[in-house]
């Protein structure tokens, strides 16, 4: 019973029962804070929650064998470290974007309770001491997302937290800054390592932060590794357990770093599908109990927001357009997924929801 009712209660905050168009419209114009709300639950529900949890941890010895908590007193629940962090911008994202938004003083205290200096200091020591590739790129670039968010929020707690959270924010830009000059190839998976994903949240706080020296190298190796590209294969989309479009990734990573002619010119050779996109159809979810199949959803809310950050960018309204609307039936067909009743999806699919809504603009 209490599945079919927060289905039910999503379905009508979503406005489900309209024809597709106007319902997506509805979803992206018209959602009040207390719709929002569902999706901040989510990470507040899972901020805090230790177990179940994946470390992917290289063990040194044996005394690396901590507690998630002891490990990363900052981003300890989430199921791993890096939803955890993603967790913390979407709270950050929900109270910039909509206000009010329903139990706003909790999340501040909750993101206070988290974002400190001890447990900052604490976070980069595990960098550190682990692996070079731990969280390479997905989650350096989810937490250089978070302090982009944070340095952008007009707030005196935003900015606490960005003060406490900058060295880490620092570490992980050096972390790039020594990476991206030694690897000569991307990574072009639809799953976490993907290098034009990475690249581009990078890039975002590079801009937020004026750190012009780290804009720049993110741009030239962007033309490095892909200004050459033509005819990406968008019908191999999806792999089985995607959560991010390869192609797609690509060419919002490009339309950020290209001035917007030479965009359209790449674009066009890249991916010239963007024309024709009746065959472009959301990803059918076929059991979203299972933690790799559920990563769809995922895929569903990333296209969209790709389409909408590339729709931005093409200048022409009527193409412009048509992008958008593909979008909204790729949000149409997950958004009332994500919900607390499979953690396997609900530890994460929350922060994509809220990226793809706040991506339209």
Same mark, same amino acid.
């Given at each position: 019973?209490?599945?079919?009712?927060?289905?039910?209660?999503?379905?009508?905050?979503?406005?489900?029962?309209?024809?597709?168009?106007?319902?997506?419209?509805?979803?992206?114009?018209?959602?009040?804070?207390?719709? &929002?709300?569902?999706?901040?639950?989510?990470?507040?529900?899972?901020?805090?929650? !230790?177990?179940?949890?994946?470390?992917?941890?290289?063990? %040194?010895?044996?005394?690396?064998?901590?507690?998630?908590?002891?490990?990363?007193?900052?981003?300890?629940?989430?199921?791993?470290?890096? #939803?955890?962090?993603?967790?913390?911008?979407?709270?950050?994202?929900?109270?910039?974007?909509?206000?009010?938004?329903?139990?706003?003083?909790?999340?501040?205290?909750?993101?206070?309770?988290?974002?400190?200096?001890?447990?900052?200091?604490?976070?980069?020591?595990?960098?550190?001491?682990?692996?070079?590739?731990?969280?390479?790129?997905?989650?350096?670039?989810?937490?250089?997302?978070?302090?982009?968010?944070?340095?952008?929020? !007009?707030?005196?707690?935003?900015? %606490?937290?960005?003060?406490?959270?900058?060295?880490?924010?620092?570490?992980?830009?050096?972390?790039?800054?020594?990476?991206?000059?030694?690897?000569?190839?991307?990574?072009?998976?639809?799953?976490?390592?993907?290098?034009?994903?990475?690249?581009?949240?990078?890039?975002?706080?590079?801009?937020?932060?004026?750190?012009?020296?780290?804009?720049?190298?993110?741009? #030239?190796?962007?033309?490095?590794?892909?200004? @050459?590209?033509?005819?990406?294969?968008?019908?191999?989309?999806?792999?089985?357990?995607?959560? +991010?479009?390869?192609? +797609?990734?690509?060419?919002?990573?490009? #339309?950020?770093?290209?001035?917007?002619?030479?965009? =359209?010119?790449?674009? /066009?050779?890249?991916?010239?599908?963007?024309?024709?996109?009746? @065959?472009?159809?959301? /990803?059918?979810? #076929?059991?979203?109990?299972?933690?790799? &199949?559920?990563?769809?959803?995922?895929?569903?809310?990333?296209?969209?927001?790709?389409?909408?950050?590339?729709?931005?960018?093409?200048?022409?309204? /009527?193409? =412009?357009?048509?992008?958008?609307?593909? /979008?909204?039936?790729?949000?149409?067909?997950?958004?009332?997924?994500?919900?607390?009743?499979?953690?396997? @999806?609900?530890?994460?699919?929350?922060?994509?929801? &809220?990226?793809?809504?706040?991506?339209?603009?």
């Amino acid at each position: 019973m209490r599945n079919l009712t927060m289905i039910a209660l999503t379905m009508l905050s979503l406005g489900l029962g309209r024809p597709a168009q106007a319902e997506a419209q509805q979803t992206l114009d018209s959602m009040s804070g207390t719709d &929002i709300a569902r999706f901040t639950q989510l990470a507040m529900d899972c901020i805090p929650q !230790e177990y179940p949890n994946k470390l992917n941890q290289v063990l %040194a010895d044996a005394s690396q064998l901590q507690p998630p908590k002891v490990l990363h007193p900052a981003f300890y629940g989430c199921y791993d470290w890096h #939803s955890s962090v993603h967790g913390h911008w979407m709270l950050v994202k929900a109270l910039k974007a909509y206000d009010p938004l329903p139990g706003r003083d909790a999340i501040i205290a909750r993101l206070g309770t988290s974002l400190t200096p001890e447990h900052i200091a604490a976070e980069v020591a595990y960098f550190e001491q682990d692996s070079k590739s731990w969280e390479r790129m997905y989650g350096w670039a989810w937490l250089l997302q978070l302090q982009n968010e944070l340095l952008s929020w !007009e707030d005196p707690n935003g900015q %606490a937290m960005a003060q406490a959270l900058q060295p880490l924010a620092d570490y992980l830009r050096d972390r790039y800054m020594e990476f991206l000059p030694i690897q000569v190839y991307p990574v072009r998976t639809g799953v976490h390592p993907n290098t034009a994903f990475g690249m581009s949240f990078a890039y975002d706080y590079a801009l937020t932060a004026d750190d012009q020296e780290f804009a720049a190298l993110i741009a #030239s190796t962007a033309r490095r590794y892909y200004g @050459g590209d033509e005819g990406c294969p968008m019908a191999w989309e999806p792999s089985g357990e995607d959560f +991010l479009s390869p192609c +797609l990734e690509e060419a919002a990573l490009m #339309s950020r770093v290209l001035p917007a002619e030479e965009f =359209a010119e790449w674009l /066009a050779r890249f991916l010239p599908q963007l024309d024709d996109l009746d @065959g472009f159809t959301p /990803a059918d979810v #076929s059991d979203r109990t299972d933690p790799k &199949i559920v990563h769809l959803d995922g895929l569903n809310l990333s296209r969209a927001w790709n389409l909408f950050i590339i729709a931005n960018r093409v200048g022409d309204d /009527a193409r =412009a357009e048509a992008l958008r609307d593909k /979008a909204r039936q790729h949000l149409d067909a997950s958004l009332p997924h994500v919900t607390g009743d499979h953690y396997v @999806g609900s530890h994460w699919l929350g922060s994509f929801a &809220i990226y793809a809504l706040t991506r339209e603009q």
